[in-house]
């Protein structure tokens, strides 16, 4: 069983940055893939970037590329969203969830979901 805390969310202006945080406990949770999603109101939950088990592999969708930087601390057992030059489209409630591929995490595949935190980005 692995349990996940996001937190770093909130209100920020367009061009400001935000640091999202997924925490990870659970014996196996250094051995997962994580992956932040996130889903706007009225909109189906879109992936966004994820981190392999090492960290030595990230993917990133277009809309996010050169923007955001996701990382983990395997140590500390947390993953860290790095958001910039954020736009009012990257509004939306973001999820970090563990999947049991870094391929699986750009297919929706996960086996454990956060709670969630909001980021809103006023124009």
């Known amino acids: 069983q692995v349990q996940l805390v996001e937190s770093g969310g909130g209100l920020v202006q367009a061009g400001g940055s935000l640091r999202l945080s997924c925490a990870a406990s659970g014996r196996t949770a250094g051995s997962y893939a994580i992956g932040w999603s996130r889903q706007a109101p009225g909109k189906e939950r879109e992936f966004v970037a994820a981190?392999?088990?090492?960290?030595?592999?990230?993917t990133y969708a277009d809309s996010v590329k050169g923007r955001f930087t996701i990382s983990r601390d395997n140590a500390k057992n947390t993953v860290q969203l790095q958001m910039n030059s954020l736009k009012p489209e990257d509004t939306a409630v973001y999820y970090c969830?563990?999947?049991?591929?870094?391929?699986?995490?750009?297919?929706?595949?996960?086996?454990?979901w956060g709670q969630g935190t909001q980021v809103t980005v006023s124009s």
């Open positions: 969830a563990a999947s049991g591929s870094l391929r699986d995490t750009q297919r929706g595949l996960y086996d454990y």
């Open positions: 981190v392999s088990w090492s960290g030595g592999s990230t």
